[in-house]
């Protein structure tokens, strides 16, 4: 049977939300597929998003870029934490590389450390970088870049040049300088609309408006109450401590899913992150986002999306202070739109597949 080892790095869920619609379609492609998947994402998320069958590995294959709540790196301490790590690089690499040797792939899939593909350059496996961006290009376009280690540097370029492919699902910052690089179309997942339904299930009125609120793993922002909300919305949000405010809901197991909801929404409050803008596109859904600022992935993102759906930026003080009533109200007036397809998935299998026959 095929074996497929898929590493996901140690910051965010994103990375598991790109590499999962594959891995999905893979073991429904492939008869008898085994998946192993390498990371230290929470084991009840992996178990929502993967394929049934799965082993899961909780090994770290990087370190986390630590967050200041969901928008703001502190990139001081993460440049310790990556420097630390590469200071360990023999050990680290000798530790992954027996994680192979234990139950050998036929193909290595990372999103994406580096050293992993490194690894298993060096065992002869087959070996794909798959994400919108790389570990280096983040570094390196941040406010740390000009500290970087020469021999972090040297490492990371290496490693993702050396992978037989590196592919790059829209949107993606550019990393023009990857020889391997491959253009894909964006990766997400179609749900089925049928907010009345998931209304109904909730216990919200007919006439509301339903609004997807959630900032990912890294913390939350919390919404003022400055402005009231438009008197037919209802906000919906995986955040436990956001849902005791009227006109609120909390989502999550074993209630509907944050995709489920995602769907089903006339608009998503959020943060620029590669998941939830291709998840938005993907099915149509207008966007307000709170802006990261030095997150060097974001200008991307952002130019992407706006092309696809309607979005509105409303900044980290207007939102702690509610002021969010007008830009909400302009995205509910343009409504869900045509959904873009992700196209990335099928893309991805077809090239996948090919090193696991």
Known sequence: MPHLHIVVTAHGYGHLGQVAPIARALAGRIPGLRLT??????????????????????????????????????????????????????????????????????????????????????LG???????????????????????????????????????????????????????????????????????????ARLGIAPHKRLVLMQFGGAGRLQLGDGEPLPEDVHLLTPDAAAAGRDGVSLIGPPGPDVLDVLACCDAIITKPGYSTFAEAACNGIPVLYVPRD????????????????????????????GRITEPLQALLDAGPVQPTPPTGVDQAVEILAGFLR
């Open 294 to 321: 030095d997150w060097p992935e974001e200008p991307h993102l952002v130019q992407w999306l706006a092309q696809r759906v309607p979005t509105r930026a409303v900044d980290a003080d207007a939102f702690a202070a």
């Open 125 to 199: 496996i087959p070996a794909v970088g798959l994400c919108s961006l790389s570990w280096y290009d983040i570094l390196a376009e941040s406010p740390v870049g000009s500290q970087l280690p020469p021999e972090l540097v040297q490492r990371m370029q290496s490693a993702y040049a050396g992978a037989e492919l590196f592919l790059r699902p829209a949107p993606s910052m550019p990393m023009a300088w990857l020889p391997n690089g491959s253009d894909i179309g964006p990766i997400a997942t179609r749900r089925r609309r049928d907010p009345r339904a998931l209304r």
């Open 37 to 122: 998947l390498q990371g230290t994402v929470s084991a009840d998320f992996c178990a929502a998003r993967m394929p049934a069958g799965y082993r899961h590995l909780a090994h770290a294959a990087d370190v986390a870029l630590p967050m200041d709540g969901p928008l703001k790196a502190r990139w001081p301490q993460g440049l310790a934490l990556y420097t630390a790590f590469d200071a360990a690089h023999a050990q680290q690499l000798g530790a992954q590389m027996d994680i192979l040797r234990q139950d050998p792939p036929d193909l290595l899939l990372a999103d994406i450390p580096w050293m992993p593909l490194e690894a298993a350059g060096l």
